[in-house]
């Protein structure tokens, strides 16, 4: 649905976009991190064509951006960056201006209304005027508007900004459910909501891509990943040491593999070592790696990696 | 034309919801009643007449026109909201077309609630309607003009107090080039073609033939040149932005 090649948005002599590829299928759900500043919203703002790109092309359900961008238009919803809104409109004027826009009328904007209205749960405050909403609301608001149109490709920047951890929730579920017959990017720093939400992360930093996968795949990316953990009475750091390097946590031991290809096995060598000596164990597990760990050391510059 | 529309409406509204719109209005009244009837020596000139009444407008507009026009784009890009619209199925033609219409709906809302001025004179003599149908018109396509200036100065900046500013200072140059003081001056050392050409590009110059009653075709092309030009730098400037 979305096709992204070598994509450049240069500001003056900054390039914050620098040659990116990419692509989403109907399905997917890409979520798109990277620190501030590493060129998201501008991606995203590239695709639903509202800034043109310095070279390259993005092409959206066949439509390109640049040359068509009424057709590729009508396919996006888009949930901008802090949720901008009209304040002086009522919530469901505002959302009856957003359908009538998406060429809704009559009954089917009625419909289109209603749909949104109810799946972002906006029934109480419906004849508010936009000002007078929490933050929460507002942003709800918003993300009614980008789904009025039942829209098949979905952009939203950073979708659970400043909401509370119900409405995180919420919306992450919603996200969920929506993706499994859209397309749909969102760009987030919280990383765990990687896990909660998509099915495949891109890590941009300084305009460029710099991880691409699965969230099983980035996370086998840490340090951490494969490493077994182990509380065992009567196990000793220096017998652990020949399976690999071992880091001592308050009462456990952390062994971590001694390469990428040993990963696999360690467990089971550390289950052969622990029946070798008779060690009596109390807990023991696999780490899956943290997204956190990937995401600092991709993201930091060499100087202040630890 | 329906997107265009459905633009408009939301604006008008967002007009008539705010206090800003009455405001506005009641000042405005007020102003032209006091120039008119006050400053303009309604009474004593002992016609029939709305000229004390047009004469002013192109002092009047230079205020208050820019205090409508500046926040048409500056606002949207403030709160953001311009990002919004412009993702939408729409293009920058139809937001600025549909931007400008709403405002100059609503100038001539302003101005045609001043209709008691046409009946105080049709009541105390017998004033040429047509004269001051033409005035009306004259003083329509003035306001628009200035709007057009208003929504230029509007989109270059997401302060609206620089955009008034600036549109004052713009407007005021319009005035200044066929007003009488300064066309004195500059016969004194430039050729009367000079002059002219100067003059030429005043609003004051192309307001008076409709005052006198003329709806001279160069007096429309000229205001409607003017909206055409301030609107299509609009686009310029804001495609500017959007490409950074």
Redesign the interface.
Known sequence: MIKIENLVKSFGPKRAVDDISFGVERGEVLGFLGPNGAGKSTTMRMITGFMPPTAGKVAVGGFDVSESPIEAKRLIGYLPENAASYPDMTVEGFLKFAAELRGLAGQARRKAVQRAIELCFLDSVLHQSIDTLSKGYKHRTCLAQALIHDPQVLIMDEPTDGLDPNQKHEVRNLIRELGANKAIVFSTHILEEVDAACTRAIIIDRGKIVANGTPQELRSMSELAGAVTLQARGATAERLAELGRVEKLNGAFRIYPKDRSSAAQLAQEVVDLVNLHGWKVEGMYSERGELDEVFRRITLPDTVKK | M??IW??TK?EL??YF??PVAYVFLVIFLLLTGFFTFTAGSFFERGEASLASFFGWHPWLYLVLVPAVGMRVWAEERR???M??L??????TWQAIVAKFLASWIFLAVALALTFPAVITVNVLGEPDNGIIFAGYLGSFLLAGAYLAIACMTSAMTRNQVVAFILSVVICLFFILAGFNPVTDLLTRWASPAVVDTVAAFSVVTHFDGFQRGVIDTRDLVFFLSLIGYALFATGVIIRGH???
């Open positions: 329906r997107i459905t633009i939301r509204v967002a919801t705010s709160s953001g909201t990002e919004l412009l993702t939408m199925p729409v293009t959007r490409a950074g």
